[in-house]
């Protein structure tokens, strides 16, 4: 990986306009992503993982927006580029895949065109027999059997595992530089969500493809990922290694995911439940989002607007109790 990123995210800000006033559904976020590298986004529902992914794509629908903020790729601020040229990024140069692929995919065409249709709208392929090759590749190595057999068959006849590997496929298509897979084996079972997982991982180390993971899952997290940011209210309120968000958790509410796990273990370990619930992002307090619900608050917690704080190279967290030095007080 080089030291210049390949996506960087820079206090970026999406608003939702709602009776109750704003509701800021991003807040200041600041990430990057490293060509080939894996990073995990974590957090509860509603905190505004999915958003931020849809922001990068610029996918925001009205009366939504970006209010503020970069969205630096390559060099490029997404944010300034033309409607046309957006449209040239998205698919081939940044591609998604979406948690429920019964509403991404089109129940009215066979999947294999469904895959074709980012081929030609790119115009990667030469003519339509190497576009049907390409889809025909694309299908095998996303694992879908007899892509041949297979092409012409419809959403509904693919099980709900073949299915989220077809939408892997049509994000694959023309081999993006970056993939951002927002919540991809939520409806799966155990045994499919792994196999989703091993393909992800193998689109990686073959393909060099980067790639953003939105999970509410932090143990996926662990192990499919090499950093993590985790979010809370649509803020990131720590980053860094898996080995050092995992190991030594230095936020309350990163502290709280983890008890949350359950543990298999000789000893019996009992579950921790988070108190309280997120706060109404139309009315986040002013300080920390996450003190009414954090067992170690303190008053400055309630007053002040939190910056992130490096801890230790590339660990950086968002909490009033946290030394430059060292970590939790």
Do not use: W
């Amino acid at each position: 990986m080089t030291d210049t990123p390949l996506l960087e995210l820079k206090n970026l800000t999406t608003v939702f306009p709602t009776r109750r006033g704003l509701v800021y559904a991003v807040d200041d976020v600041s990430l990057s992503l490293q060509s080939g590298e894996i990073l995990g986004v974590v957090g509860e529902s509603g905190c505004g993982k999915s958003v931020t992914m849809l922001s990068i794509l610029r996918l925001i629908s009205a009366p939504g927006r970006i209010a503020s903020g970069q969205i630096l790729f390559q060099g490029r601020d997404l944010l300034k580029l033309s409607n046309r040229e957006m449209r040239r990024v998205r698919g081939k140069e940044i591609a998604i895949v979406f948690q429920d692929p019964l509403t991404s995919l089109n129940p009215a065409f066979p999947v294999g065109e469904q895959i074709r249709e980012s081929l030609r709208i790119h115009r990667v392929a030469r003519n339509h027999l190497s576009e049907k090759e390409r889809v025909l590749q694309l299908m095998s190595e996303v694992g879908i059997s007899s892509p041949m057999d297979r092409y012409r068959d419809y959403p509904h006849q693919f099980s709900g595992g073949m299915q989220q590997r077809a939408l892997i496929a049509i994000a694959l298509a023309c081999e993006p530089k970056i993939l951002l897979a927002d919540e991809p084996t939520t409806s799966l079972d155990v045994t499919i969500q792994a196999q989703i997982i091993d393909l992800m991982r193998r689109i990686n180390q073959e393909h060099g493809t980067a790639i953003i993971l939105v999970t509410h899952n932090l143990d996926l997290a662990a192990e499919f990922c090499q950093r993590i940011a985790v979010m809370y209210a649509g803020r990131i309120v720590e980053i860094g290694t898996t080995e050092q968000v995992i190991e030594s958790p230095q936020h309350p509410y990163t502290r709280g995911l983890l008890t949350c796990i359950p543990r298999i273990a000789a000893q019996r370990t009992r579950i921790e439940p988070i108190p309280g619930n997120v706060p109404d992002l139309a009315a986040v307090p002013p300080g920390c989002a996450f003190a009414e619900r954090c067992s170690l608050v303190e008053p400055l917690c309630q007053k002040e607007r939190v910056p992130l704080l490096e801890v230790a190279p590339g660990h950086h967290v968002r909490c009033m109790r946290v030394q430059a030095s060292g970590g939790v007080k």
